[in-house]
């Protein structure tokens, strides 16, 4: 089955910083990833996304690209803020199945300290 | 506008109880999830609903029953609660295989 492994937390930084958080996949077809954020005492929130191998989903200064040769998809930040303190989920589905639901990491904890 | 709401955020009720959670999106999506995050932050989907039709249903309790009276509105029912069932509920919702949108959560504690 497809599943997504991603790097203990939790992870402290200081702030300006490089980030880099590692997330890899199984999956059976050729599956869309994502990264989404939880800050504290919110929902989830997409962060960015890539449906195919090579693509680079980016957004607020975080990017992350599917490369399908590695089954990886890190997310990295080249300055990380005291405002990037939040649980960061990397989540595959795969579109073959049809709307199928996300298949979660277990998360990451950041912790940005001034 | 909020797109995707869920009430109650927090709930807190005794063993045996009988509640229900409501969930309500505006994007004009088709799916609709529940999913269940518990204290070590994992999340698992609980349900799917494609155009008001259940096409998952993952290994939960028969205690817990969705209903979607229509495409906008996924609520989750959850008979005879248990402790077990502390945990932080999410809805979202999803056009086709694309990126889904969550709710803010309802934080549901069983004393």
């Known amino acids: 089955g497809n599943s997504v492994t991603q790097m203990e937390g939790p992870v402290t930084l200081s702030e300006e910083a490089f980030l880099t958080i590692n997330c890899t996949y199984t999956?059976?077809?050729?599956?869309?990833l994502f990264w989404y954020v939880q800050y504290p005492g919110e929902g989830l929130q997409l962060l960015l996304k890539?449906?195919?191998?090579?693509d680079k989903g980016s957004n607020k200064g975080f990017e992350a690209t599917y490369r399908k040769e590695t089954t990886s998809f890190h997310l990295e930040k080249g300055s990380v803020q005291v405002s990037d303190s939040a649980v960061y989920f990397c989540?595959?589905?795969?579109?073959?199945?049809?709307?199928?639901?996300?298949?979660f990491g277990k998360g990451t904890r950041l912790s940005v300290i001034a | 506008d909020t797109a995707v709401s869920q009430t109650p955020k927090y709930l807190v009720t005794q063993m045996g109880n009988d509640k229900s959670i409501k969930c309500e999106q505006n994007?004009?999506?088709?799916?609709m999830y529940w999913y269940k995050q518990d204290s070590k932050k994992f999340l698992k989907i609980m349900f799917s609903?494609?155009?008001?039709?259940?096409?998952i249903n993952e290994t939960v309790p028969n205690r817990f029953s969705p209903k979607s009276p229509d495409k906008a509105h996924l609520n989750l029912h959850i008979n005879s609660l248990e402790l077990g069932d502390s945990a932080v509920y999410f809805c979202?919702?999803?056009?086709?295989?694309?990126?889904?949108?969550f709710g803010p959560g309802t934080r549901l504690t069983v004393l």
């Open positions: 979202a919702s999803s056009q086709g295989q694309w990126a889904q949108y």
């Open positions: 989540a595959l589905s795969d579109p073959f199945l049809g709307n199928t639901p996300l298949v």
């Open positions: 999956a059976t077809g050729y599956p869309s």
């Open positions: 890539a449906t195919k191998a090579d």
């Open positions: 994007l004009g999506h088709d799916t």
């Open positions: 609903y494609n155009n008001k039709e259940l096409i």
